[in-house]
């Protein structure tokens, strides 16, 4: 079968883009000193030396940088393998919102405590759904109805956790949060129902989460959404375009 678009085909099963994602995330937040964060007497710690970083961590302080840099690598590989239409990247993801919601809560999220168990609920569900048998499927109004109602519960869950929890409750940061939130709860059972648009949703959090990250300081993750805009564009190509990995692979026998 032809592709209309092989060369997006290439770039997102591409195993050394996996290798450069994980590693552009490894060195600006090297660059950055990110990997010297932690988390220490209730409060966030940055630019500890290096030489005296494992002294600290003993004294009990978390190493919230190099988790974090962690999780994000591991939450790339989730991204990149969803894109290939893997049903790994599901599973990865499963994990990786576990450390995530940790993180996001540490960083001033307070709402990560009932906003995460939830894209968790998701993200097995899409490990499921996948397992059935899923293919792509086209535009239609159950899509928008999943968006609108993602927003709506993710503004609904961001404001009753400030108001139950505290952490940080400026309003443009919870805003800011809100929208994340709504649209990844969208944009993740878009993606478990395997709709092609799940991608243009991405693109949407993506701008969202770079504001986000960026007003918590939390460089490891600004330089993932950087490379995440990159591949859901492309993806959304693939998806779109390209259609589903399993039929053209069945259409190839074929003929």
């Known amino acids: 079968m032809d592709l209309r678009f092989p060369l997006a085909r290439k770039f997102v099963k591409s195993p050394y883009l996996d290798v450069f994602g994980a590693g552009l995330i490894l060195i600006i937040s090297i660059l950055r000193n990110f990997h010297q964060t932690v988390y220490k007497n209730g409060e966030l710690v ?44 599901n599973v990865i993801g499963v994990f990786t919102t576990i450390t995530a919601g940790t993180i996001d809560y540490l960083f001033g999220n307070a709402s990560a405590i009932i906003t995460y168990p939830l894209t968790f609920i998701i993200m ?3 490990v499921f759904n996948w397992a059935k048998g899923e293919t792509i499927k086209k535009l239609d109004w159950k899509y928008y109805l999943i968006m609108a109602s993602g927003i709506a519960v993710g503004f609904a869950l961001v404001y009753l956790g400030a108001y139950l929890f505290g952490g940080k409750t400026d309003t443009l940061f919870l805003i800011t949060v809100a929208i994340t939130f709504g ?23 993506n701008i969202v989460q770079l504001i986000k990250n960026s007003l918590q300081l939390n460089f490891a993750n600004v330089a993932k959404y950087i490379f995440y805009m990159i591949n859901a564009i492309i993806t959304l190509v693939d998806w779109k375009f390209n259609g589903d990995k399993s039929l053209s692979e069945l259409q190839a026998k074929l003929s």
């Open 46 to 89: 940055f630019d500890v030396p290096f030489a005296n970083l494992w002294e600290v961590i003993n004294t009990g302080a978390f190493p919230l940088g190099l988790v974090s840099i962690l999780s994000a690598m591991f939450s790339m590989l989730s991204t990149r393998f969803i894109g290939k239409q893997s049903n790994l990247g």
């Open 124 to 126: 097995n569900f899409a």
């Open 183 to 205: 649209i990844s709860i969208g944009a993740n059972i878009s993606s478990a129902l395997k709709y092609e648009e799940t991608w243009l949703s991405w693109m949407i959090y």
